[in-house]
């Protein structure tokens, strides 16, 4: 027969919760049966914790000084190929770099000429493209700009020229011109 004689303790804190889904499963005959005293469960969690950051660290060293020596070797094999063979690349790799930025933005022209054109043709066919609503606006206020800097023209002008004119008819003094 078990020991069925209980602590105060051992009512407070371990049944304190009833055992329910996993840790029912995980302790068929009970709880006490399995637990070892705290020490003894900490320090074999810290083992295996330390354990696993070892195993992690010093994989992840000897990746990072493999690589270390495959770049130094890579360098020592490509440094005399790169001087020997530089005044061939240096010049090659320009052209190459100034024919790739040449490819590259003209069709990116090419992309936004086509899109403009496309643009003015919806315009100009009745379609309304996004932003053609802003382009009547200015032109409207351009307009009505233009046509009243025409109008304050025309009314300083006739002032100017047709002023005096009629300022000396007023007087009674009228300007003669004589031919010889």
Known sequence: MADTARTHHDITSRDQYPMLGRDRDQYPYGRSDYQTS????????????????????????VLSSLTL???VIA????????????????????????LITGFLSSGGFGIAAITVFSWIYKYATGEHPQGSDKLDSARMKLGSKAQ?????????????????HDRDR????????TTT
């Open 38 to 61: 705290g020490q003894d469960y900490s320090k074999t969690r810290q083992i295996a914790k330390a354990a696993t950051a070892v195993t992690a660290g010093g994989s992840l060293l």
């Open 170 to 177: 007023t007087r009674g003094t009228h300007h003669t011109t």
């Open 148 to 164: 009243d800097i025409k109008d304050r023209a025309q009314y300083y002008g006739q002032q100017h020229t047709g002023g005096e």
């Open 69 to 71: 020596v495959g770049t």
């Open 75 to 98: 360098l020592t094999v490509a440094t005399p190929l790169l001087v020997i063979f530089s005044p061939i690349l240096v010049p090659a790799l320009i052209t190459v770099a100034l």
